[in-house]
């Protein structure tokens, strides 16, 4: 699969974004789908996470309650709105799929790679 990876910009702090992966290649509902983020520095940090039908999803603890995934496999597409956002979410957000049977914050479980989008927040 393929992922492609947009959205990003700049931002003020309390503003919103919507971040979007589409996929190609193989059929993108066999894959569950993630988030993560790399500041400069800093490791690749797991964002969110949804399964393959979309009906569970899980969240890292920083932005719990701020952003939200969600995903739609007839568009091939999944999506991560981002609000109330802090200066300390400036990162690339890059998307990611699996092919486990385990919705999975660790990165080394995900085989498959966006390309990254930039998003930068101001105080």
């Known amino acids: 699969v393929q992922l492609q990876a947009s959205g990003g910009g700049l931002v003020q702090a309390g503003g919103s974004l919507r971040l979007s992966c589409a996929a190609s290649?193989?059929?993108?509902?066999?894959?569950?789908m993630g988030w993560f983020r790399q500041a400069p520095g800093k490791e690749r940090e797991f964002v969110a996470a949804?399964?393959?039908?979309?009906?569970?999803?899980r969240y890292g603890d920083s932005v719990k309650g701020r952003f939200t995934i969600s995903r739609d496999n007839a568009e091939n597409t999944v999506y991560l709105q981002m609000n109330s956002l802090k200066p300390e979410d400036t990162a690339v957000y890059y998307c990611?799929?699996?092919?486990?049977?385990?919705?999975?914050?660790?990165?080394?479980?995900?085989?498959?790679w966006g390309q990254g989008t930039q998003v930068t927040v101001s105080s």
């Open positions: 990611a799929a699996n092919t486990g049977l385990v919705l999975t914050q660790s990165r080394e479980h995900y085989g498959y």
């Open positions: 290649g193989r059929t993108f509902s066999t894959y569950n």
């Open positions: 949804i399964s393959r039908s979309g009906s569970s999803t």
